[in-house]
Nanobody
């Protein structure tokens, strides 16, 4: 499945952004979808994931309570609503897909990334 992430930008601390990730296949509902990010000089880290049917969202502790992952299988799209953004959220954000299963690892399809920059 091909993934196309969008919605990044430059915002101030406390602002919100919504990232979108559109998938190329109508088999989208077969996949667990995840969001990851990579800040300059750091390793890529898990942010959030959602199961094939939209249930059981799972979050990294660093974003819990501020970010919300959701999906619309009719539109083959997964979203990441990011509220109360902090400068430490600055990173390139990637969406990823994996067969139904775990949330944090095992992803074998990756989008191209979208830059999120949060100024203080």
């Amino acid at each position: 499945v091909q993934l196309q992430a969008s919605g990044g930008g430059l915002v101030q601390a406390g602002d919100s952004l919504r990232l979108s990730c559109a998938a190329s296949e109508n088999t989208f509902s077969r996949y667990t979808m995840g969001w990851f990010r990579q800040a300059p000089g750091k390793e890529r880290e898990f942010v959030a994931a959602i199961s094939w049917n939209g249930g059981s969202p799972y979050y990294a502790d660093s974003v819990k309570g501020r970010f919300t992952v959701s999906r619309d299988n009719a539109k083959n799209t997964v979203y990441l609503q990011m509220n109360n953004l902090k400068p430490e959220d600055t990173a390139v954000y990637y969406c990823a897909a994996r067969p139904r299963g775990g949330y944090v690892s095992g992803y074998d399809n990756w989008g191209q990334g979208t830059q999120v920059t949060v100024s203080s």
